[in-house]
């Protein structure tokens, strides 16, 4: 373990956004964890995983964590369900293909995600209908304040839409290091109905699919919609999809009929953000070396040498403009730092 200095954080988060840190260091063993984290040199200190969900706006004076803890292991198994622990390093889509490739059924609509499974919880990651909390069984975490190994179990975690404890009350108090998951190993809950994948799976003409067809659909829709963050840099939806009331979105559907929606309770409807923002006239719109991508108006891109604080002027630009046309409030689901 080596702490360096004045090391560039360009290829450690997604945007690809050359943000400058101070001092860096790299833990790949909980020994390594515990000892950086007693380090009373360096009170500021910013824990990196994937770099997937964050926006750097600004060089950080401090000491940057990337947490590179590897492994995954079957905890427990029966004839239904698989436990499956991984640590927090490990890259969440190669986790998804070890679960399609031993039939462990459950993650197989959020292929294809950017980031880690350590930060997966703390965003609650979701896709095509399924949420990472539909599969969360616990995730250790060690106190940032006195190193002490913690359990969070599900009802510990308060998951919300892209919410969890770690965005709220936990913030800044925990690393997680690693994360349970229960799988199941036959009578699979397949999700086909949300978005296109009953389309894809109809162009590749599967009838009963598997989850190795599903997580096949979500994969090529995601290339065809997604920008590569290795080609071009991004985080991904940069927005959360905004809940209105019934009644609000009724009103809308006046001006614009064609407005879609997701019912959520009696009371509320989820509006795609995508369709806001292309109906803004943002998609694919680019500003110097940035912009929204072409395919996916959820996507803000870094088309080279944009800067954190570029991004930052235009998703603002974007949540003013939607609240003028439509009267809808849109949150950024990236962490802005």
């Known amino acids: 373990m080596k702490i360096k200095q004045n090391i560039s954080?360009?290829?450690?988060?997604?945007?690809?956004?050359?943000a400058l840190a101070s001092h860096f260091?790299?833990?790949?063993?909980?020994e390594d964890l515990r000892q950086v984290l007693t380090l009373k040199?360096?009170?500021?200190?910013?824990?990196l995983g994937g770099g997937s969900n964050m926006l750097l706006t600004q060089n950080f004076n401090g000491l940057v964590i990337h947490v590179n803890l590897k492994g995954i292991e079957i905890v427990s198994e029966n004839d239904d369900f698989v436990f499956v622990k991984a640590a927090a390093g490990e890259?969440?889509?190669?986790?998804?293909?070890?679960?399609?490739?031993?039939?462990?059924g459950g993650v197989e609509n959020l292929s294809l995600i950017p980031g880690n499974v350590g930060t997966a919880p703390i965003q609650n990651i979701g896709a095509y209908?399924?949420?990472?909390?539909?599969?969360?069984?616990?995730?250790?975490?060690?106190?940032?304040?006195?190193?002490?190994?913690?359990?969070?179990?599900?009802t510990d975690c308060h998951f919300d839409y892209r919410n969890s404890i770690f965005k709220n009350e936990a913030k800044g108090k925990?690393?997680?290091?690693?994360?349970?998951?229960?799988?199941?190993?036959?009578n699979h809950q397949l999700h086909i109905h949300y978005g296109t994948i009953a389309s894809e799976l109809e162009a590749m003409q599967i009838k009963i699919p598997t989850i190795q067809d599903i997580s096949k659909a979500v994969i090529a829709i995601r290339e065809s919609k997604l920008p590569n963050p290795k080609e071009i840099g991004n985080s991904g939806s940069f927005f959360k999809n905004p809940m209105v009331q019934k009644s609000h979105y009724q009103n809308l559907l006046q001006n614009f009929p064609d407005m879609p929606n997701y019912p959520i309770s009696n009371e509320y409807v989820k509006i795609p953000a995508g369709w806001l923002i292309e109906k803004a006239g943002f998609k694919g719109k680019r500003f110097d070396d940035y912009g929204v991508h072409k395919n996916q108006a959820l996507v803000l891109v870094n088309y080279g040498n944009a800067k954190g604080s570029d991004i930052l002027k235009l998703s603002e630009l974007i949540q003013k403009t939607i609240e003028r046309l439509f009267g809808i409030s849109i949150e950024a689901e990236v962490n802005i730092l």
Not at 141 to 151: D, K, L, M, R, V
């Open 9 to 18: 954080l360009k290829p450690y988060n997604t945007f690809g956004l050359d």
């Open 41 to 47: 040199n360096y009170p500021n200190k910013l824990v």
């Open 25 to 30: 260091v790299e833990v790949s063993t909980m």
């Open 129 to 154: 209908g399924v949420e990472l909390k539909d599969v969360f069984y616990a995730c250790e975490a060690i106190s940032i304040e006195n190193q002490t190994i913690e359990t969070f179990k599900k």
């Open 174 to 186: 925990y690393i997680i290091t690693s994360v349970t998951f229960q799988l199941t190993k036959r």
């Open 91 to 104: 890259v969440w889509h190669e986790f998804v293909m070890y679960c399609i490739h031993n039939d462990f």
